[in-house]
């Protein structure tokens, strides 16, 4: 069957940086997506990685290895406003996301 | 403001009863979804339009049915409601450079 597996929750320090991992198993690959959902709102595009390596976008970036089925989303200079859940999702062959269940990143100061 | 707009926010049912929940669209996005995200699950995907006139089954689409008469509109409909679909359901579309998801505001449904 096809699986994303990421850590149900992470805390970390305001100011310092968090790494929140994303492994998958899945019929195919198509590229790898990270959102955002804050509580009782609706997930946002973050990042998208389709070849191996890393994608930069201000303080967060997104790394990829397919040989490894792996991912993870980095978020530097943390600040009060990133406390939320992050999510990850794989495009498979068919074109269909497959979800995970969301990473809940809390932020203390 | 362009995006995708959710109707109703929030609704309490009875079991038994006939529910649409209703999603609109104005980036003319050919492809839109409908998921319901449970706590502890990631987002399933309950039906899809790859564009106006054609749907498909998701990964749970019992109980739902859905229609896609024109781009704009992809309402989805719970003909008997059970006390099972209580859940957010998130109605969303896919574009972009990268095919990303742009997803409505989400509409709460509790079913008693």
């Known amino acids: 069957g096809q699986n994303i597996d990421q850590p149900t929750e992470m805390t970390a320090t305001e100011g310092a940086i968090v790494q929140i991992n994303c492994t998958y198993q899945t019929s195919g690959f198509n590229g790898l997506f990270w959102y955002q959902q804050h509580a009782g709102e609706a997930p946002t595009f973050l990042s998208y990685n389709v070849l191996d390596g890393l994608e930069e976008k201000g303080r967060f970036s997104s790394f990829l290895s397919r040989s490894k089925g792996y991912s993870y989303l980095l978020l530097k200079e943390l600040q009060m406003k990133d406390s939320a859940s992050y999510l990850c999702a794989v495009m498979d062959s068919n074109y269909q996301l497959i979800w995970g269940a969301g990473t809940k990143l809390i932020i203390k100061p | 403001i362009a995006g995708i707009t959710q109707a109703p926010t929030s609704q309490i049912l009875a079991a038994g009863r006939r529910m649409t929940l209703r999603c609109t669209q104005d980036?003319?996005?050919?492809?839109m979804y409908w998921y319901r995200q449970d706590l502890g699950l990631g987002l399933r995907l309950i039906h899809y339009s790859n564009t106006a006139g054609t749907t498909g089954k998701g990964e749970v689409p019992d109980g739902y049915s859905v229609s896609r008469a024109n781009t704009d509109d992809f309402p989805l409909t719970l003909a008997s409601a059970v006390p099972s679909q209580t859940s957010v359901y998130f109605c969303?579309?896919?574009?972009?450079?990268?095919?990303?998801?742009?997803f409505g505001e989400g509409s709460r449904l509790t079913v008693l």
């Open positions: 980036m003319r996005h050919n492809a």
């Open positions: 969303a579309s896919s574009g972009g450079n990268t095919g990303e998801l742009f």
